[in-house]
T-cell receptor
């Protein structure tokens, strides 16, 4: 089945700096890659996603890039703010399934004011 | 409903007891998923429903775990003879699409086995 690896597990940045989180996946047939943000004690929420027919997608300060050849995708957050502090999860569809996602282990991002 | 609703929000149970966790998905969402999140860990897939059927039960960790969905809506996850290692947050998500698109998560049930 699909395997998703996420790095780093923790990331600390100064307010205003950029943050990058990387994920690799194993199934070359995967075609959808979402990112979820989970604030402490709250539910995971979808913040951005990308499909395999594009290489980059941007939404204000957040962007996701996809390299299908290398089977990796990354989340980029620019001009970080304290409210960006959370755990971020990447995901990819499980091979052979009709819909469940396999999630990475998560990255705890801390933005220091 | 407006979102995915899970109940109870917190459950403390004694080791060996059975528990039932409930998920009420967004109205019209045909796909429903259960995940488990242990303290500081990622999201472990448990089971997926499309309508009332569960084509993929591979994620259930043992035969003490079972789940059902009735009327294409509410789902219950049952854990029999609970163990301390079952302590975790159990998250439910629903979607109107296949392929992993458009998950909306509930707030979860925090299960503590003492």
């Amino acid at each position: 089945g699909e395997n998703v690896e996420q790095h780093p597990s923790t990331l600390s940045v100064q307010e205003g700096d950029s943050a990058v989180i990387k994920c690799t996946y194993s199934d070359s047939a995967s075609n959808y890659f979402p990112w979820y943000k989970q604030e402490l004690g709250k539910r995971p929420q979808l913040i951005i996603d990308i499909r395999s027919n594009v290489g980059e997608k941007k939404d204000q300060r957040i962007a996701v890039t996809l390299n299908k050849t290398a089977k990796h995708f990354s989340l980029h957050i620019t001009e970080t703010q304290p409210e960006d502090s959370a755990v971020y999860f990447c995901a990819a569809p499980q091979r052979g399934s009709q819909g469940n996602l396999i999630f990475g282990k998560g990255t705890k991002l801390s933005v220091k004011p | 409903g407006a979102g995915v609703s899970q109940s109870p929000s917190n459950k403390v149970t004694e080791k060996g007891k059975d528990v039932e966790l409930r998920c009420d998905p967004i109205s019209g969402h045909t796909a429903l998923y259960w995940y488990r999140q242990s303290l500081g860990q990622g999201l472990e897939f448990l089971i997926y429903f499309q309508g009332n059927s569960a084509p993929d039960k591979s994620g259930l960790p043992s035969d003490r775990f079972s789940a059902e969905r009735t009327g294409g809506s509410v789902s219950t996850l049952t854990i029999q003879r609970t163990q301390q290692e079952d302590s975790a947050v159990y998250l439910c998500a629903s979607s109107s699409y296949r392929g992993g698109y458009g998950y909306t998560f509930g707030s979860g049930t925090r299960l503590t086995v003492v």
